[in-house]
């Protein structure tokens, strides 16, 4: 495979691109795209089987079950972000090595129930949290230290609005390929 074709598979909707202005209508619609994720992702895996929760979406990728548990892990982590942000002045938060949670037992379980309901209440409560936000407190930020760079509260509604699009193709993908490269 070409690395242009491993970068398609890797990115199959692009990386994200933060826009020069982002509009209370832009966040809006990342977060509709926020609260909706948790059904779209019950709606692609629902009828999967064991073995096809375990084709992966590209060469050395993740398994569909590992998307799917990596995804309410990543988004826990998420919505601890945000209050920290809403809470305190530039918080420094705390990075993960997902690559490892992805090892860990419950990232490989072949039963993704738990992590889909997992999904669903905490997309609701996030949902809730990013509805309420002031338009004063969108421009709070906090410090990511692995990135060296401070984030705003607007730019990471995308950001997780991407991740949230950016994994949903991956099971996409995986199930369109058949787990097949």
Not at 102 to 126: V, Y
Not at 147 to 161: M, N, P, Q, S
Request: some cysteine.
């Amino acid at each position: 495979m070409t690395t242009e074709e491993l970068y398609k598979l890797r990115f199959p909707i692009g990386e994200f691109q933060k826009p020069s202005i982002i509009s209370l209508e832009i966040i809006n619609t990342w977060i509709t795209t926020i609260e909706r994720f948790p059904s779209e992702i019950e709606k692609a895996t629902k009828n999967l089987s064991i073995e096809q929760l375990n084709w992966q979406y590209r060469p050395k990728g993740w398994s569909i079950k590992q998307v799917v548990h990596h995804c309410a892990d990543s988004h826990i982590n998420s919505i601890i972000r945000f209050k920290l942000a809403l809470t305190e002045n530039s918080p420094t938060i705390r990075p993960y090595y997902e690559d490892r949670w992805a090892t860990l037992i419950d990232s490989n379980d072949d039963n993704i129930e738990h992590s889909l309901c997992l999904l669903k209440g905490l997309h609701a409560k996030l949902g809730q949290l990013l509805r309420h936000i002031s338009e004063e407190e969108l421009s709070r930020e906090f410090i990511h230290p692995e990135h060296g760079k401070r984030f705003r509260i607007d730019e990471t509604i995308g950001t997780y609005a991407w991740h949230s699009n950016h994994h949903l193709a991956h099971i996409q993908q995986a199930i369109t390929r058949k787990g097949q490269f």
